[in-house]
């Protein structure tokens, strides 16, 4: 097919008065204008979105910062084990301390009976309870002395056992010849020996 220039010049001509450029002109000019506002619309709400991206992500850092346990703080299987540990050692002091009350309780009990038998012990009087033989208690010093005395049907202290401080005893008879002192320092002389 071939194309009539005449044709297409007839054409052109037809669609001059239907083409104005200067309204064409603003037309372009104001798609351009608003493709250039468009254009710095979607710049500044891809800054916005840039900051708001670097604000959240500041944001999960410091809450994974947050979320991580520090090296100071036990893991929780430690702080378990802690736990158990001070549970144990808390249980133990509660016995050790029901203990030592129980033997406080007992400690206390024997005070009060040693108190009350030492009150009915200074309020008695022994002495006057029993009747004591000054003869008897003097025998038995001389005999934790080492002397033993031996005496007559009447009474009468006859001889003297003694034992020196060697084991032998000796027996010393009272007649009448000497005087008590003189008996007394051959008693002694006797007994050191």
Avoid at 154 to 168: F, H, P, Q, Y
Avoid at 170 to 188: E, G, N, P, T, V
Wanted: charged share 30%; glycine share 4%.
């Amino acid at each position: 097919m071939s194309i009539n220039i005449q044709d297409t010049v007839k054409a052109i001509r037809e669609m001059v008065p239907i083409i104005d450029p200067e309204d064409d002109y603003l037309t372009i000019a104001a798609a351009e204008e608003q493709m250039a506002m468009t254009h710095d619309a979607r710049q500044k709400d891809l800054q916005e979105a840039h900051a708001k991206v670097k604000q959240l992500a500041r944001a999960l850092e410091a809450a994974r910062v947050s979320a991580t346990r520090p090296s100071t703080i036990p893991s929780a299987e430690d702080h378990a084990a802690l736990m158990n540990d001070l549970d144990a050692t808390r249980l133990s002091l509660a016995k050790a301390i029901n203990d030592a009350e129980g033997a406080l309780a007992g400690k206390e009990a024997e005070l009060a009976r040693l108190k009350e038998e030492t009150r009915a012990l200074e309020s008695s009087d022994p002495a006057a309870e029993h009747e004591l033989d000054a003869t008897a208690l003097r025998l038995a010093m001389y005999k934790g002395l080492g002397f033993e005395p031996i005496v007559d049907k009447d009474g009468r202290i006859t001889k003297m056992l003694v034992r020196a401080e060697s084991g032998d005893v000796h027996c010393i008879i009272f007649d009448q010849k000497k005087s008590d002192d003189d008996y007394a320092q051959l008693l002694w002389k006797v007994a050191s020996s």
